[in-house]
């Protein structure tokens, strides 16, 4: 089974300041997708970003970064720039690519992420 | 509609006591899943529907737990019996692709925090 670690419970920057979020999982798997979601106080789950694992160049959103280090599977998320709007839970999750089947994610525990003013 | 819509957004329930908590998938969406968030951890996998067929049930924590897509759109997560382990956010998601394509985006409502007092 896959599991996904996210070791940073808590987290709190100064906005404007560079922020970097850890996760990794573990897999047997080769081919696989990575994730990361936010969720606001409004508990609505929000995708950030995505990864696919056959891919080498890591996957970029604007702000949004990842440092995607597959022998060590490890997926960390980088926050530049942050804004006070980045204020929220953060959510590593794995996603093996089923044919047949529920193609469910694997999230991990979360990270608390305080941008300050 | 817009986006996913669960309802109520707050259900607090005496123990022992039946609820149905409601999910509005996107237009169009075939595949609709089910997570349950408890407090302070990442959302758990509970049940995978591709349009009317519950595909994969592994994730029910009792039989207390079930959950229906009668004609393919609306779902409805019925918990009988509830008890106070049951309280958490149950939260809803929907993606376009069914089997044999990635679903490389899931959208997620708002969820339901229940409550079992």
């Known amino acids: 089974a896959q599991t996904v670690t996210q070791s940073q419970p808590e987290m709190s920057v100064q906005e404007a300041e560079t922020v970097t979020l850890s996760c990794t999982y573990d897999?047997?798997?080769?081919?696989?997708?990575l994730f990361w979601y936010k969720q606001p106080p409004s508990r609505q789950m929000i995708l950030v970003i995505r990864?696919?694992?056959?891919?080498?160049q890591n996957a970029t959103e604007n702000r949004f970064s990842v440092n995607f280090q597959k022998a060590a599977k490890s997926f960390s998320l980088k926050i530049s720039d942050s804004q006070l709007g980045d204020t929220a839970m953060y959510f590593c999750?794995?996603?093996?690519?089923?044919?047949?089947?529920?193609?469910?994610?694997?999230f991990g525990q979360g990270t608390r992420l305080t941008i300050n003013p | 509609g817009a986006g996913v819509s669960q309802s109520p957004r707050y259900k607090v329930a005496k123990r022992g006591q039946d609820v149905a908590l409601r999910c509005d998938p996107i237009?169009?969406?075939?595949?609709l899943f089910w997570y349950q968030q408890a407090l302070g951890q990442g959302p758990e996998f509970l049940t995978y529907?591709?349009?009317?067929?519950?595909?994969?049930k592994s994730g029910l924590p009792s039989d207390r737990f079930f959950a229906e897509r009668p004609e393919g759109s609306v779902s409805t997560l019925k918990i009988q019996r509830t008890q106070q382990e049951d309280s958490a956010v149950y939260l809803c998601?929907?993606?376009?692709?069914?089997?044999?394509?990635?679903?490389?985006?899931?959208?997620f409502g708002q969820g339901t925090r229940l409550t079992v007092v």
């Open positions: 529907f591709q349009n009317e067929a519950q595909l994969d």
């Open positions: 998601a929907s993606s376009l692709a069914g089997f044999g394509r990635m679903n490389t985006e899931a959208f």
């Open positions: 999750a794995f996603m093996k690519p089923i044919i047949q089947g529920a193609q469910k994610l694997v």
């Open positions: 897999t047997s798997e080769n081919n696989y997708y």
């Open positions: 237009s169009g969406h075939v595949s």
């Open positions: 990864q696919e694992a056959y891919k080498q």
